[in-house]
């Protein structure tokens, strides 16, 4: 359907500028040396982790709505999501331990307190299963384009980051997000336009949130 079309041009737009954002970012901690280095890779431990934490509930949020408004396989998909989580946390809290960064002593950054609070928003029940995944979505696919990009040919990451870039850059990660699309598609499809519109909204508010989760890596506020 057209709105559908409208989503997809969006995602276009809006990743060039999370992906923008990113590449320059990643090339300031070259330039930069060690110390941006650490900042960067304390940020990601530190502030994603809570976001991850935030995220776990999130998905449980859309994990409800699937439950009570949608059949089929789409709950496998996403207890899949949540489940993986669960390593994901493991991963983080080994990933702090080698940057020396103590979790329990970090405090959200204003950007993250709000991209957390727009999570937190969803376990409305007014809020539709369609609006749901399609945000779980597109959180996850720009999470995920922007690490395969620092990973692609040419794009000079460094290789103490370079795990976690491959982590979230992989074959593995690809195929869940595209099977989260398969979903979203699917529930667009079917939906009312004031449903297609929230969608959108809430497209937009994601990679405006992603920019500014990845701004604040290098500004610290
Ligand atoms: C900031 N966006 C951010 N962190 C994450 N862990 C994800 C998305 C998805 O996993």
Redesign the pocket.
Same mark, same amino acid.
């Given at each position: 359907t057209a709105d559908y079309v409208m989503i997809g041009f969006a995602l276009s737009l809006c990743r060039e500028k999370v992906l923008h954002c990113l590449s320059l970012l990643l090339s300031s901690i070259l330039m930069d040396g060690p110390n941006k280095l650490t900042t960067f890779a304390c940020h990601i431990q530190g502030?994603?982790y809570m976001? $991850?934490k935030e995220?776990a509930a999130f998905l449980a949020s859309v994990l409800l709505k699937c439950c009570r408004q949608s059949e089929g396989s789409d709950m496998e998909i996403i207890l899949g999501g949540l489940a993986s989580l669960s390593d994901?946390l493991s991963w983080f809290k080994k990933e702090a331990d080698k940057w020396s960064v103590d979790l329990a002593e970090v405090s959200p950054l204003k950007s993250n307190t709000a991209?957390c609070r727009f999570l937190q928003s969803f376990s409305e029940p007014e809020i539709s299963y369609t609006v749901a995944i399609t945000t779980f979505w597109i959180?996850?696919t $720009?999470?995920r384009d922007s690490f395969a990009f620092c990973i692609e040919e040419g794009n000079k990451t460094p290789p103490e980051l370079l795990g976690t870039c491959q982590r979230?850059g992989s074959p593995e990660f690809k195929q869940y997000c595209q099977s989260l699309q398969i979903i979203a598609d699917r529930c667009l499809a079917e939906a009312p336009a004031d449903v297609v519109r929230s969608a959108e909204e809430a497209f937009l508010r994601v990679l405006e949130l992603?920019i500014g989760?990845?701004e604040m890596s290098s500004s610290q506020t």
């Open positions: 502030q994603d976001f $991850v995220f994901e991209y959180i996850e $720009v999470y979230w992603e989760f990845w």
